[in-house]
T-cell receptor
Framework: GENVEQHPSTLSVQEGDSAVIKCTYSDSASNYFPWYKQELGKRPQLIID?????GEKKDQRIAVTLNKTAKHFSLHITETQPEDSAVYFCAATPSNTDKLIFGTGTRLQVFP | NAGVTQTPKFQVLKTGQSMTLQCAQD?????MSWYRQDPGMGLRLIHY???????DQGEVPNGYNVSRSTTEDFPLRLLSAAPSQTSVYFC???????????FGPGTRLTVL
């Protein structure tokens, strides 16, 4: 089955800097890759997603890139702000199943 | 729309007791899933369903049962609670396999 690995587990950046979180997946049939943000004590919420027929997607300060050959995808946050502090999860869905499998999460701290 | 709702918010059980975590959604979503969240382990899929009458196992199904008699409801049953089942449980739903997944507020379960 699908296995999703996420790095780093914690990330600290200065406000205004960029943050990058990386994930790798094992099943080459995976074709949907969402990213979720979970603030302390809250439920996870979708922030951006990408499908396997697209290499990059951007939404304001957030972008996701996908390398299907290497089986990895990354979340890029530019001009970080304190409100970006949260736990971020990547996930993947293989095309031949309906399971959405998550990585282990990255705790991002943005210091003012 | 209430979205995805879960009851109870908090629960304390003794080892060996059984209980049902309730989950309901009013968005007419076909896909529903249960995850558990433990520190450092991310969100692990317990069971999922792609429609009424259809359920399947996720990554960590042992000790849990599910059923899906209606589109709206997807209860999770703990048959004989164990301390290893102490966790935060999230129910989630989505329209299709590659659509945004919406999470419920979570149930914090402690097994003594």
């Amino acid at each position: 089955g699908e296995n999703v690995e996420q790095h780093p587990s914690t990330l600290s950046v200065q406000e205004g800097d960029s943050a990058v979180i990386k994930c790798t997946y094992s099943d080459s049939a995976s074709n949907y890759f969402p990213w979720y943000k979970q603030e302390l004590g809250k439920r996870p919420q979708l922030i951006i997603d990408i499908r396997s027929n697209v290499g990059e997607k951007k939404d304001q300060r957030i972008a996701v890139t996908l390398n299907k050959t290497a089986k990895h995808f990354s979340l890029h946050i530019t001009e970080t702000q304190p409100e970006d502090s949260a736990v971020y999860f990547c996930a993947a869905t293989p095309s031949n199943t309906d399971k959405l499998i998550f990585g282990t999460g990255t705790r991002l701290q943005v210091f003012p | 729309n209430a979205g995805v709702t879960q009851t109870p918010k908090f629960q304390v059980l003794k080892t060996g007791q059984s209980m049902t975590l309730q989950c309901a959604q009013d968005m007419n979503h076909e896909y529903m899933s249960w995850y558990r969240q433990d520190p450092g382990m991310g969100l692990r899929l317990i069971h999922y369903s792609v429609g009424a009458g259809i359920t399947d196992q996720g990554e960590v199904p042992n000790g849990y049962n599910v059923s899906r008699s209606t589109t709206e409801d997807f209860p999770l049953r703990l048959l004989s609670a164990a301390p290893s089942q102490t966790s935060v449980y999230f129910c989630a739903s989505r329209k299709g396999a590659r659509n945004e997944q919406f999470f419920g507020p979570g149930t914090r379960l402690t097994v003594l």
